[in-house]
């Protein structure tokens, strides 16, 4: 009697069992939960930040006299080691030792860097030939480029919520260029030879940028910590400095600056544009890592008209009806993604609880059948 109770007690803890893994699982507000989001917090203030400042230094620099684009270039990835910051100070869930990376993981991450190169090329050719407002309208086209790559490469299902503020946003911005596109949009002394070079690289560089999204959403999925996204990302800009540094010492006898606003400003303009370039590219790959390709690429063309009314008060610009009627749409856009967004999680809550009740009723109904045997015996 005394075994055959040992064996029913034995029996007792090994349907404890599996209560035990449920409550060790349940949801709680745990430290990864709240350094997951810290990091989706912070990777959202470099976006925001760095996408503005970044946008309107660069094109104050070629405003006031600047005149290189390979140094345009190379400013918006010279700023790469200040990516050591974040990978020594982030947590990491393995003992690898740092920039350890898998060979394959590290020679994809200097292709990649490449044409991040070629593409911030691109971006410095549109913001030297074109305005802001027709920059904006042209960028704005990385999110419906966004939209069709991330459901093709990364199977992101499409909801009413993506597709309305994907027309919202793009909407906003067309109505941004709709607005002098009648009497002409080329900058003063500007060819129109030149400005349709800045027109192509500039669409150009929003697919090539929309590419790269879902890509990297890609990529981020054989990574084990946000360390590790950000030591990706560091190889990738040290490739890009280098395509770039490359490409501006081959045309140093070329270059004239006529800066008009002293050499100390001068300095200040691109030590601030490099600090805001990694800024937004922090932010980018943390928002790509900790959300999705998509969500990344939203919030930075709902930024777009934000650009536009920092024009309006750096450089002059008119602020007319259509920019007015942008920015609402804009924000529209943003807020109804915003809501879809929320709607989902809690779905996936409530879901989850119900999971998670079904669990603790069949735990509860098995220890039900083990009193039941126990006090039979």
């Known amino acids: 009697m005394a075994i055959h109770s040992q064996e029913q007690a034995d029996s007792t803890t090994d349907l404890l069992q599996p209560e035990e893994r449920y409550n060790?699982?349940?949801?709680?507000?745990?430290?990864?939960?709240?350094?997951?989001?810290?990091?989706e917090i912070l990777s959202y203030i470099c976006l925001f930040v760095g996408t503005v400042v970044a946008s309107v230094l660069s094109r104050f620099y070629f405003q006031h006299g600047g005149s290189n684009r390979w140094l345009a270039t190379l400013v918006q990835s010279a700023g790469f080691p200040l990516f050591l910051l974040p990978v020594f100070l982030s947590p990491s869930s393995t003992s690898r030792r740092c920039f350890n990376l898998p060979r394959h993981l590290f020679l994809l991450s200097l292709v990649l860097g490449i044409l991040l190169g070629i593409n911030n090329l691109l971006v410095s050719c549109g913001t030297s030939y074109l305005p802001v407002s027709t920059s904006s309208l042209l960028l704005s086209t990385q999110l419906a480029f966004t939209l069709v790559l991330s459901a093709v490469i990364v199977q992101i299902p499409l909801t009413f919520t993506n597709l309305n503020a994907v027309i919202l946003i793009t909407l906003s911005s067309l109505l941004l260029a709709f607005q002098k596109s009648s009497g002409g949009d080329k900058l003063p002394g500007e060819s129109w030879t030149q400005y349709y070079l800045g027109f192509a690289a500039t669409l150009g560089a929003a697919f090539m940028f929309a590419a790269y999204l879902p890509v990297m959403e890609i990529v981020y999925r054989g990574v084990d910590s946000f360390r590790m996204v950000m030591e990706v990302q560091f190889v990738m800009e040290a490739a890009a400095t280098a395509l770039s540094a490359t490409g501006m010492a081959m045309t140093m006898d070329d270059w004239k600056e006529n800066w008009d606003l002293g050499p100390t400003a001068y300095w200040i303009v691109l030590g601030a544009t490099v600090l805001s370039w990694q800024l937004c590219f922090m932010g980018t790959a943390g928002t790509i890592y900790l959300t999705s390709s998509l969500h990344s690429g939203i919030c930075m063309t709902a930024l777009l008209p934000i650009n536009v009314m920092a024009g309006v008060f750096i450089f002059g610009d008119d602020l007319g009806p259509e920019k007015i009627v942008a920015v609402v749409l804009c924000v529209w856009g943003f807020a109804s993604y915003l809501y879809g967004e929320s709607k989902k999680n809690e779905?996936?809550?409530?879901?989850?609880?119900?999971?998670?009740?079904?669990?603790?009723?069949?735990?509860?109904?098995?220890?039900?059948?083990?009193?039941?045997?126990?006090?039979?015996?």
């Open 347 to 377: 779905d996936d809550v409530i879901k989850g609880h119900a999971e998670n009740k079904g669990v603790v009723d069949s735990v509860e109904r098995k220890h039900g059948s083990v009193d039941a045997a126990v006090e039979n015996v």
């Open 24 to 39: 060790n699982t349940l949801p709680s507000p745990t430290k990864d939960h709240h350094c997951r989001r810290f990091l």
